[in-house]
């Protein structure tokens, strides 16, 4: 493939001779590779008319590249040349050979201090080799245009002379302009040495090899600088200050808005009678329709259309009125006309475009027709009000349901609130049968939530249990709980015997540990009797304010606030996210008999969901849209997954699920504030086959912190709401609630329009985290090893040390161990002073990238495929027989269990190895400084004052204890652990 820039002309050149006229030729580089044209003799407003050819690799990503023309005087007859002037144009806005325009480009500066005027005529297409003349293209070394190297004089005399160094070859007058330029390119591909590029300078070195890139591997898992050219470009916080432009941490990209909003005064139809109006918005070879409206001649439709400027292929917009027909074609009611070099720029927080009405005109624009229609159209960005809910062109295939399912949207968790139901007796229970004592217990039921106290040991018409039901509820309340008593005839029997309906809202809110009054409430009577009065149930109830709501889990959690709002702290930070794009797809579904993706990301935060637009059947999307949360606590989590839209109107409705393409989770506490992190993270999913690497994305991360001391205080307090230290939940509690929890975010957020599907949502809060994996016990098992091998190698040393293995260390042991027995309140001064060293000679190896998915961790590489069937069996199993079934899943649930657990211990030890790896720079700056203050204080206070201060605080009276954690204990579980790397 070749990149043929057609230099055509230019006007209005600056004057440069000093005779009032100018000698132009012009540069063109691309890719490290520069090319001139011819040089026009004494003209302003010169003629070239002449292609230049690069060499193009189709699967080389050029999108932040651009191609550099300059315009230069060529002096004579002192060889050296004037700056005229230059122009950049983004390779992005290359089209394909047929596709090109004529365009003319004004000529910019490259200094401040350059004088420049005029513009330049040009063609850019891309164009396969054997279509076109060949031309000059030579590298970037041995092609820069010098005084003494490459001179291309012009005819005027009997031939042409190229020189070329030592190389010089006559050519005939008469030879073509094509193959002149093909023996040019012969004569520098025999030069075997590189040329030096002389400049007024002096000698520049001759540059590296272009071709010599670093190519990258399939199973490269590592994350990876990606810092593309537009962050260097204009980007004031890349030099230490804060940009104003509202998208700073992605690509600035431009689309032209066409917003038809209603007409007037149309013309009736010649064959109904009436008019069923239509509005076609039309831009090169895209068509966009709004809705037709029946029997209006004053219709209103209020629709934006969006076409991308790098897709522009037309220099006018049409907006057609037309009149839908039921049999034949389409009445043409009239049109209106745009250039698009008239049309205007709008930038937030510019206010929107007023919208104008135009008159109709005919298709020769030669006359007016009845009507007018109103429209509004401007250049804008993606940080346009209208980029949300406007028809993209890129996107015409979409339609039906699925033009809602592309658009990117924000949305928002339901507010959870937990519902605790004290039961604690009842009064005047009849049962059905008076012949026998009641086996009473109470059901309680919350939407699909359903929960029973036990049988009450008290077989009376007055049971008492004092039992607390737990449930999730969510705001608005919609629903009701309701309780009922029963009586258990038969294991297989239950007598209704009363009924109970309480609204939600009708229940007190607490936000502490101070018990609510209990009350007491009638039941109605089910069944038949001659009873002239109703029993009566005993209930606590309210709505827990002070708890947090866990809906995911508490290892990759993102907000640990207490469900009511008066409970909320300030704000520390501000989470920046820019979602740039993805690389190297992997094609989900096939389309039109190829493979296909038509890729989203989602990103969760706290109770903040953001899910970008759909790119249509494109390996490497590219979103760049940015979004932003508040940040209460730094030591979370925040997820974002990309998937494969299957809900383009294309399918049968429900018939098709997202499939999953990956998953990265970063650590906010990893990151140092107020700097950009732009990586690109691998793109990891396993599957029943074994691990896949489905692509790359390429995102900017940036922490910016409010208030250092508020961020460094959030360290020593609890990790959870204190309600979880005044009454925790069980185990199983936690649980059960967690699985309503992401039941009731699942079917809300299914709700919306377009609807987050459930099983996005179920993977973005890893629904599935707790069942068996024979894998995950085999990671978590050598995570703990690799702490305990810590541990093995002190042992091994020790032993060497007292074999003699080095006697020069072994002496220096002993030497020390006499210090320290004849002082030994320099122990603990020695210690924090040697882990305060260890801590400053880490700072240089401390991470330069978030966290990443690794694999060898995840013992993902390693599994065998009979340990991914397991995991990817369902539960309960689908296996055969129910022998087996049971006994399995009994197996599965119980080792879920020591899975967990053994996570868990691995977790508590990476957390103390990390207090001085700087993994968490605020944590450890924090930990450091302790160090370094404990060993002051403690050298300087007797070693027995320090044993006696810390064994009665120990041994401290439970007066002076508190329920709450201590600050170090809230400090240790704050660190960071392996788990964000897990996949």
């Known amino acids: 493939m070749k990149l043929v820039v057609e230099i055509i002309d230019a006007r209005d050149l600056i004057p440069r001779d000093g005779e009032g006229s100018t000698s132009p030729y012009v540069e063109v580089e691309f890719d490290n590779q520069l090319i001139r044209t011819k040089t026009i003799p004494k003209n302003l407003n010169p003629i070239w008319d002449q292609k230049l050819l690069f060499n193009y690799n189709p699967a080389t990503n050029y999108h932040h590249h651009f191609i550099e023309v300059s315009v230069y005087n060529e002096r004579r007859p002192i060889p050296g040349r004037n700056f005229l002037g230059r122009a950049r144009i983004p390779c992005a806005n290359v089209v394909k050979k047929g596709e090109e325009l004529y365009q003319c480009i004004p000529l910019e500066k490259k200094s401040f201090f350059s004088v420049v005027r005029g513009e330049i005529g040009l063609k850019i297409y891309i164009s396969s080799h054997s279509s076109d003349p060949p031309s000059i293209i030579p590298d970037k070394t041995s092609s820069r245009v010098a005084d003494d190297s490459i001179a291309l004089i012009e005819n005027k005399g009997r031939s042409i002379e190229i020189s070329c160094s030592d190389h010089t070859e006559k050519v005939p007058e008469n030879r073509s302009e094509s193959t002149l330029q093909f023996q040019k390119h012969q004569v520098m591909q025999q030069q075997a040495r590189p040329v030096l590029r002389k400049r007024s ?61 209603k007409a ?81 720029t709008r930038i937030p927080p510019d206010s929107p475009m007023a919208p104008q009405w135009y008159r109709l005109e005919d298709r020769r624009s030669e006359g007016k027709l009845r009507g007018e229609i109103m429209v509004s159209v401007w250049m804008g960005t993606q940080a346009d009000e209208a980029f949300t809910d406007a028809w993209h062109a890129d996107a015409a295939s979409v339609y039906g349901d699925g033009v809602l399912s592309i658009r990117s949207k924000v949305y928002v968790s339901p507010k959870l609130w937990y519902l605790r139901v004290n039961v604690i007796e009842a009064q005047d229970v009849v049962p059905n049968d008076r012949h026998r004592l009641p086996e009473v217990f109470v059901k309680a039921q919350l939407g699909q939530q359903i929960l029973r106290t036990p049988i009450s040991t008290t077989p009376t018409a007055n049971p008492l249990w004092n039992e607390d039901l737990i449930f999730v509820a969510a705001e608005p309340f919609e629903e009701n709980i309701v309780l009922t008593v029963e009586d258990q005839v038969h294991p297989s029997k239950d007598d209704v015997l009363g009924r109970l309906a309480l609204p939600l809202t009708a229940i007190d809110k607490r936000l502490d540990h101070r018990p609510v009054q209990s009350r007491w409430f009638s039941l109605d009577k089910f069944g038949f009797g001659d009873n002239k009065f109703s029993s009566r149930i005993h209930l606590r109830i309210c709505l827990e304010g002070g708890y947090h709501v866990l809906d995911e889990s508490t290892m990759y959690i993102s907000d640990q606030r207490p469900t009511a709002k008066q409970l909320w702290k300030p704000p520390v930070g501000i989470l920046e ?34 899910r970008t637009r759909t790119i249509l059947d494109n390996f490497n999307p590219r979103w760049n849209e940015q ?42 506490s990893t990151l140092e504030a107020h700097r950009v992190y732009t990586n690109s993270h691998p793109l990891l999913v396993l599957h029943p086959t074994g691990l896949k690497k489905m692509g790359e994305i390429r995102i900017a991360v940036r922490f910016t912190t409010l208030s250092l001391a508020q961020t460094i205080s959030v360290y020593a307090q609890p990790l959870l709401p204190k309600m979880h230290y005044y009454h925790p939940f069980t185990v199983n509690q936690l649980d059960a609630l967690r699985y309503q929890a992401m039941n009731i975010v699942a079917a809300r957020l299914g709700r919306a329009e377009p609807p987050l599907r459930k099983e996005v949502v179920e993977w973005m809060l890893d629904v599935d985290s707790h069942m068996w994996s024979m894998r995950r016990s085999k990671a978590n098992f050598f995570r703990v090893m690799s702490l305990v091998s810590s541990l093995i190698s002190i042992d091994r040393w020790f032993r060497n040390v007292c074999e003699w293995k080095n006697p020069i260390t072994s002496v220096l042991v002993h ?66 027989q129910d022998i087996v079934r049971m006994r399995y899943d009994r197996l599965r649930s119980v080792a879920g269990r020591i899975q967990t657990v053994v996570g868990d211990v691995a977790t508590q030890g990476e957390r103390l190895h990390s207090v001085l790896s700087w993994r968490d720079p605020r944590a450890t700056s924090l930990f450091v400084v302790f160090c370094l203050c404990a060993a002051v204080t403690l050298y300087a206070t007797p070693v027995r004052v320090v044993i006696l201060a810390s064994g009665l605080y120990v041994l401290r009276h439970p007066k002076f204890r508190s329920k709450l954690p201590s600050a170090p204990g809230n400090f240790f579980k704050r660190l960071p652990a392996k788990t964000d790397s897990m996949l």
């Not at 993805?582 to 953001?610: E, F, I, N």
Request: proline share 6%; hydrophobic share 35%; net charge negative.
């Open 264 to 344: 007037k005064d149309l013309p009736s139809s010649s064959v109904t009678g009436g008019c069923d109006p239509y509005v076609e918005v039309k831009l090169g070879n895209y068509k966009g329709r709004t809705r037709h409206v029946e029997r209006r001649t004053s219709p209103e439709w209020n629709q934006v259309f969006s076409f991308s400027k790098e897709r522009i292929q037309s220099s006018i917009l049409e907006v057609f009125v037309k009149e839908k027909e039921t049999a034949g074609r389409d009445e043409y009611l009239g049109r209106v006309v745009f250039d698009l070099n008239e049309i205007p």
């Open 627 to 668: 979004y932003t949360w508040e940040v209460y606590d730094p030591c979370t989590v925040i997820t974002l997954g990309v998937f494969d839209n299957c809900h383009l109107g294309n399918e049968k409705s429900g018939a098709g699920r997202d499939s999953r393409i990956g998953k990265v989770r970063i650590r906010l």
């Open 815 to 880: 030497v020390l161990f006499l210090i320290l027995v004849w002082y030994p309140e320099l122990i603990l001064p020695t210690m924090f002073l040697y882990a305060f060293l260890v801590g400053l000679w880490n700072y240089r190896l401390r991470p330069r990238h978030p966290p990443r998915m690794d694999t060898k961790l995840s013992w993902a590489e390693a599994a065998n495929p009979d340990e991914l069937d397991e995991e990817f069996d369902t539960f309960p199993t689908s296996k055969q």
């Open 201 to 261: 300078g002096g000698i520049i070195q001759p540059q590296a090899n272009p071709q010599d890139r670093r190519s990258y591997d399939d199973d490269d898992f590592e994350v990876k600088e990606a810092n593309p050219q537009w962050l260097d470009e204009g980007r004031g916080w890349m030099r230490g200050e804060r940009a104003v432009a509202p998208l700073d941490l992605v690509e600035q990209t431009f689309y032209l808005y066409v917003r038809v909003v």
């Open 577 to 610: 996210i820019g979602i740039l794009g993805a690389q190297g797809l992997l094609p989900m579904k096939m389309k039109d008999g190829r493979g296909s993706t038509d890729a989203y990301c989602v990103a969760k935060y706290g109770q903040k969901w953001v």
